[in-house]
């Protein structure tokens, strides 16, 4: 089959008001009421797993997209919903998908790079990469461009016991590169803590333009993830924490360490208009960490970025948020607020100073 040639194929596809729309799996109903901010009438039409929803709303997805990317916190990904199948947790699924999918090329630019994202929910006789992989040769067969890396458009599916779900969409619009947002760090030498892939997800999916040779604070730095992160970047970083760094620190020279609380370096130590960056993963309250956030903004020069995490109790989640950021405002350009594949029981919050 031949691929359409040129031309805006994302503009000229008939509309769809079918999404399917992942969050973490304890999640789904503060995503869901993410998207029902958005449009109002919006509906659930029904999980395919924990944190996996399929929901209709008379918003295109440009518009939707934009909303959830602005306001909401607990959506992580979202594609169009197109096609749905019959699958049979048999290894001949992979050749069904592969053929509807190659029907759907008239939706595709073939001038435009494309990946293929699937998620396979449960245990199956294939799993997403052999369907990735099958897929993305019968459309390179067909004239498409693959590029995992930098796809300009997707064809996402979702395959569950039963069902598969297929969506064609522009890549900007699907809230995350990866597939159902679950976006996934190769373990590094000297690696400190998993905390580390928080603030590593965090300059992605915010789009956080760091320059190496900048000065960074990290609040409630020890062990030291964070700090060894913000040295990768190469950016020199002041690390506060009454807790010891990590041994593997010591010997850096761009690390200054000082044993103090937040509070205490605040109040002796600080100079306004001293860093590129400032973050915060300490575990405190929502609105205490914020009211700490909006005291340390003097310290950032003009147009300095922040990154920080709310720890968020069991209930009223979007209430917690909602009140940090009414806090954050007084003193930050909100970038966004997301909980993020790495994040736990928290979300991350990307700010900038005015």
Same mark, same amino acid.
């Given at each position: 089959?031949?691929?359409?040639?040129?031309?805006?194929?994302?503009?000229?596809?008939?509309?769809?008001?079918?999404?399917?729309?992942?969050?973490?799996?304890?999640?789904?109903?503060?995503?869901?009421?993410?998207?029902?901010?958005?449009?109002?009438?919006?509906?659930?039409?029904?999980?395919?797993?924990?944190?996996?929803?399929?929901?209709?709303?008379?918003?295109?997805?440009?518009?939707?997209?934009?909303?959830?990317?602005?306001?909401?916190?607990?959506?992580?990904? *979202?594609?169009?919903?197109?096609?749905?199948?019959?699958?049979?947790?048999?290894?001949?699924?992979?050749?069904?998908?592969?053929?509807?999918?190659?029907?759907?090329?008239?939706?595709?630019?073939?001038?435009?790079?494309?990946?293929?994202?699937?998620?396979?929910?449960?245990?199956?006789?294939?799993?997403?990469?052999?369907?990735?992989?099958?897929?993305?040769?019968?459309?390179?067969?067909?004239?498409?461009?693959?590029?995992?890396?930098?796809?300009?458009?997707?064809?996402?599916?979702?395959?569950?016991?039963?069902?598969?779900?297929?969506?064609?969409?522009?890549?900007?619009?699907?809230?995350?590169?990866?597939?159902?947002? *679950?976006?996934?760090?190769?373990?590094?030498?000297?690696?400190?803590?998993?905390?580390?892939?928080?603030?590593?997800?965090?300059?992605?999916?915010?789009?956080?333009?760091?320059?190496?040779?900048?000065?960074?604070?990290?609040?409630?730095?020890?062990?030291?993830?964070?700090?060894?992160?913000?040295?990768?970047?190469?950016?020199?970083?002041?690390?506060?924490?009454?807790?010891?760094?990590?041994?593997?620190?010591?010997?850096?020279?761009?690390?200054?360490?000082?044993?103090?609380?937040?509070?205490?370096?605040?109040?002796?130590?600080?100079?306004?208009?001293?860093?590129?960056?400032?973050?915060?993963?300490?575990?405190?309250?929502?609105?205490?960490?914020?009211?700490?956030?909006?005291?340390?903004?003097?310290?950032?020069?003009?147009?300095?970025?922040?990154?920080?995490?709310?720890?968020?109790?069991?209930?009223?989640?979007?209430?917690?948020?909602?009140?940090?950021?009414?806090?954050?405002?007084?003193?930050?350009?909100?970038?966004?607020?997301?909980?993020?594949?790495?994040?736990?029981?928290?979300?991350?919050?990307?700010?900038?100073?005015?």
């Amino acid at each position: 089959m031949q691929a359409q040639r040129g031309g805006d194929a994302f503009a000229k596809r008939e509309r769809t008001d079918a999404y399917v729309v992942t969050s973490a799996p304890e999640s789904w109903e503060l995503a869901f009421e993410d998207i029902r901010d958005a449009d109002p009438e919006a509906r659930l039409v029904k999980g395919l797993s924990p944190g996996v929803l399929v929901v209709q709303s008379e918003l295109a997805l440009p518009e939707l997209t934009k909303h959830v990317r602005m306001h909401g916190t607990f959506v992580r990904h *979202i594609f169009p919903l197109i096609q749905v199948l019959s699958l049979h947790e048999a290894q001949s699924d992979v050749a069904v998908l592969v053929d509807r999918c190659l029907s759907l090329t008239a939706k595709l630019d073939s001038l435009k790079s494309l990946s293929v994202q699937t998620r396979v929910l449960g245990g199956r006789a294939y799993r997403g990469y052999d369907v990735n992989i099958a897929v993305s040769a019968a459309l390179a067969e067909s004239g498409f461009h693959v590029d995992v890396k930098h796809p300009e458009q997707v064809i996402s599916i979702v395959c569950t016991d039963t069902e598969g779900y297929i969506g064609v969409s522009a890549a900007k619009h699907n809230l995350s590169d990866w597939a159902g947002g *679950i976006r996934r760090f190769a373990r590094e030498d000297g690696q400190i803590s998993r905390a580390e892939f928080k603030l590593l997800e965090a300059l992605e999916v915010f789009s956080l333009q760091i320059s190496a040779g900048g000065m960074a604070l990290d609040f409630g730095a020890a062990p030291g993830g964070w700090t060894r992160v913000l040295r990768s970047k190469g950016l020199r970083v002041v690390a506060v924490d009454p807790a010891p760094l990590d041994s593997r620190l010591k010997s850096d020279s761009n690390i200054m360490y000082v044993p103090a609380t937040a509070q205490e370096y605040l109040s002796k130590f600080a100079q306004p208009n001293s860093f590129d960056l400032l973050v915060n993963d300490m575990r405190m309250d929502p609105i205490s960490s914020a009211n700490l956030m909006c005291h340390a903004a003097p310290l950032l020069k003009a147009n300095g970025a922040a990154v920080m995490t709310l720890k968020l109790k069991s209930k009223s989640q979007r209430k917690q948020v909602r009140h940090a950021l009414e806090v954050l405002v007084s003193r930050y350009a909100v970038l966004g607020t997301r909980k993020l594949f790495h994040n736990r029981s928290e979300v991350t919050v990307a700010l900038q100073q005015g």
